[in-house]
C-alpha cells in the first residue's frame, strides 16, 4: 500500500517469433517454488508458509522445493510496504510449466496465517493443474497474442478450462490482427485446442544512435 517496490524487465531484441505445436502436457515430475517475505517482523513467516505448501504437495509427489527468501529494509533495501507472497511451479514430463501465485490476505478479523496462506497457494496450483492444459489460466492471453504474431503458418496449443479474460483477448484479437482462432474441444481430457494461422509479423525497428 505504501509502494516503493521496482520490478526490472529485460528482453532481448527478437527478429520473428517461431510458430508452436504445445499440446502434450504430459506428468508433473518436480514442483519448485519460492516464500518471499518483505519487511515482516518474524523471519520464520516464509518458512511456515513454504512447509505448509510442501505437506500438500508430498501427499502426491516427492520432489519438492521451496526456497525461503527473506527480504529487510536495513540490510536488503526492499519497499516500505510489509508483505508475503507465495510462487510455486510445476513441470512436466514434457516441459511444460504450470505456475500459481498468491499473497498475504487481510480482512476485518487481521490477516491470515502463514499455514493457511501456504495451503491455499498450494491448492492454487493444484486446481491450475486439474484444469488441464498446457499454460495455466494466468498466461493464456500472452500465448494466443504470440501466436498471431508467428510466421504465416499455423501454431497449436492446449489450453484447459478458458477465462473470461482469455474469450475477451480473442474477440481484440480479431479487431487487432484479423485472426480467428480454430477452437476444437477434447472431451476425454476436458480441454481446448486452439489453432491459429500466424500474421507473418516481424521487427523492424532499429537501434538509433
Excluded at 536495513?74 to 508483505?83: L, M, T, V
Excluded at 478450462?161 to 477434447?186: G, P
Aim: net charge positive; with cysteine; glycine share 8%.
Amino acid at each position: 500500500p505504501i509502494g516503493g517496490g521496482m520490478v526490472q524487465f529485460v528482453c532481448p531484441i527478437v527478429k520473428k517469433l517461431q510458430t508452436i505445436d504445445f499440446t502434450d502436457p504430459g506428468k508433473i515430475k518436480r514442483i519448485r517454488g519460492n516464500a518471499i517475505s518483505c519487511k515482516i517482523v518474524s523471519s520464520s513467516m516464509a518458512a511456515r508458509v513454504a512447509y505448509s505448501a510442501k505437506g500438500v504437495f508430498h501427499r502426491l509427489l516427492p520432489d519438492v522445493w521451496i526456497h525461503t527468501d527473506v527480504h529487510t529494509q536495513k540490510k536488503h533495501g526492499c519497499g516500505p510496504s510489509p508483505g508475503l507472497s507465495l510462487v510455486v511451479t510445476s513441470e512436466s514430463t514434457t516441459g511444460v510449466f504450470i505456475t500459481a501465485e498468491c499473497c498475504l490476505n487481510t480482512t476485518e478479523r487481521g490477516a491470515e496465517l502463514a499455514e493457511e496462506m501456504g495451503k491455499r497457494g498450494a491448492c492454487l496450483l493444484l486446481e491450475e493443474i486439474q484444469k488441464g492444459g498446457c499454460i495455466d489460466s494466468s498466461c493464456q492471453s500472452i500465448a494466443l497474442l504470440w501466436m498471431c504474431l508467428t510466421p504465416e503458418d499455423v501454431s497449436r496449443i492446449r489450453l484447459g478450462t478458458i477465462s473470461q479474460y482469455t474469450i475477451e483477448t480473442l474477440r481484440l484479437l480479431k479487431k487487432a490482427f484479423d485472426v480467428e482462432f480454430k477452437i476444437t474441444a477434447d472431451q476425454e481430457s476436458r480441454t481446448v485446442m486452439m489453432s491459429c494461422l500466424g500474421t507473418g509479423y516481424r521487427n523492424m525497428a532499429k537501434a538509433s544512435t
